[in-house]
């Protein structure tokens, strides 16, 4: 094991220190945000959604990049709960690549058997035109300009993921670290990024999956999912695949 200096050891149990209490400071800063408790509802929508449809009718492959999606919420969800805002949005581009993979790995079963070996690769552009193009969202898709929307979320985190915009940087101006910042601005900024990709992944999901909840199916299910499907994106699916999502 490699021998550590005595003074570095010091200084980490110090630094764990510190950040530690910032983090539970600002936890509690932010604690019982409308936001965040907004975040939490969405998330716990797509747990409902994962434990009343993925689980019990996704092959094992598929399922996974769903149960990691969904990890992925929460990963963002606790990220801005302090106020690590970049982490928060790569996260948010984390759960939208998997929602995606697993959709479409629902319906390709033997390209999963090629990726699960690695030889099988699709980019996150060809994902989005593969769902944009979906035989089972086809009005939909239109209605809610589906393709254009997930590739400005997408480009919109994948400026966070590189921090290749301005805006999306966490250090300071003269270069000093800055783990976490918790400011109600930066919130509202986060909060309708995720709004946003929730509202467009979801949507397709339950798409491609209406069978499982048109008509009277499914009504707890329904009830819970629409903090997590915004009004366009509700009046879609009834207009076009019969599921009714009341507003919340």
Same mark, same amino acid.
């Given at each position: 094991?490699? @021998?550590?200096?005595? &003074?570095? @050891?010091? +200084? ?7 950040? !530690?209490? #910032? ?6 800063? *932010? ?26 009718? *996704? ?6 990049? $769903? ?8 990963? !963002?969800?606790? +990220?801005?709960? *302090?106020? #690590? ?9 984390? $759960?939208? %690549? ?10 390709? =079963? ?7 070996? &690695?030889? *099988? /690769?699709?980019? =996150?552009?060809?994902? /989005?035109?593969?769902? !944009? ?5 086809? @009005? ?27 805006? $999306? ?12 910042? =918790?400011?109600? %601005?930066?919130? &509202? ?25 048109? &008509? ?14 915004? !009004? @366009? ?14 507003? =919340?």
């Amino acid at each position: 094991m490699t @021998k550590i200096d005595e &003074g570095i @050891k010091e +200084n980490y149990l110090a630094f764990s220190t510190k950040v !530690s209490d #910032s983090i539970v400071g600002n936890i509690g800063e *932010f604690k019982g945000n409308e936001k965040l408790v907004e975040s939490y509802a969405r998330i716990a929508a797509i747990n409902a959604l994962k434990l009343d449809i993925v689980e019990p009718h *996704f092959p094992e492959g598929a399922a996974h990049f $769903f149960y990691e999606a969904h990890n992925d919420s929460l990963i !963002s969800h606790v +990220n801005a709960s *302090f106020g #690590s805002w970049r982490p928060a949005l790569q996260a948010l581009r984390s $759960f939208m %690549e998997n929602t995606l993979s697993a959709i479409y790995y629902l319906d390709h =079963p033997v390209e999963y058997m090629k990726w699960n070996v &690695g030889d *099988f /690769r699709m980019s =996150p552009k060809e994902m /989005r035109q593969y769902l !944009s193009e979906h035989p089972k969202l086809g @009005k939909l898709a239109k209605d809610i300009n589906l393709k254009a929307t997930l590739d400005s979320e997408y480009g919109t985190l994948s400026k966070a993921v590189h921090g290749s915009n301005s805006m $999306f940087r966490m250090t300071s101006a003269d270069g000093k670290t800055n783990i976490a910042n =918790p400011s109600l %601005e930066e919130l &509202g900024k986060w909060s309708a990024r995720e709004r946003s990709t929730v509202d467009v992944c979801i949507t397709s999901l339950v798409g491609v999956l209406s069978e499982h909840l048109e &008509g009277a199916k499914r009504q707890n299910l329904r009830a819970a999912l629409g903090i997590a499907i915004q !009004s @366009k994106s509700r009046a879609a699916l009834k207009k076009h695949n019969g599921v009714s999502i009341h507003a =919340p």
